[in-house]
């Protein structure tokens, strides 16, 4: 059975920064890209970033670009999402998914955590 477990969520004011983690079991982490998504209250999710399955290449949203680092670690499963200079209008659930390949595309993805909250104050 595939799981993929979000980590690091919490409240953090305004410029401050957090990092995400998503632990993946149950699938080949390595025949998967990865992304990070977001759903704003009363918004639907978009993207926010994604990474090749080798790690050498990433995909990011115009609006996270500058602030946001993915990254991934096959030895361990894992992938994470740097978040820096956060803003209130970063405040969401996050999730992260599983794709064949990299893409935005929300419909490509396989597989979804259940989401993790990052909640900005000012």
């Known amino acids: 059975q595939v799981q993929l477990v979000e980590f690091g969520g919490g409240l953090v004011q305004a410029g401050g920064s957090l990092a995400l983690s998503c632990s993946a079991s149950?699938?080949?982490?390595?025949?998967?890209?990865m992304g990070w998504f977001r759903q704003a209250p009363g918004k639907e999710r978009e993207f926010v970033a994604a990474?090749?399955?080798?790690?050498?290449?990433?995909y990011y949203a115009n609006s996270v670009k500058g602030r946001f680092t993915i990254s991934r670690d096959n030895a361990e499963n894992t992938v994470y999402l740097q978040i820096n200079s956060l803003k209130r209008e970063d405040t969401a659930v996050y999730y992260c998914?599983?794709?064949?390949?990299?893409?935005?595309?929300?419909?490509?993805?396989?597989?979804w955590g259940q989401g993790t909250q990052v909640t900005v104050s000012s």
């Open positions: 998914g599983a794709s064949p390949f990299m893409t935005s595309a929300q419909g490509e993805y396989n597989y």
């Open positions: 149950g699938l080949t982490f390595t025949g998967y890209a």
């Open positions: 990474i090749s399955r080798g790690g050498g290449n990433t």
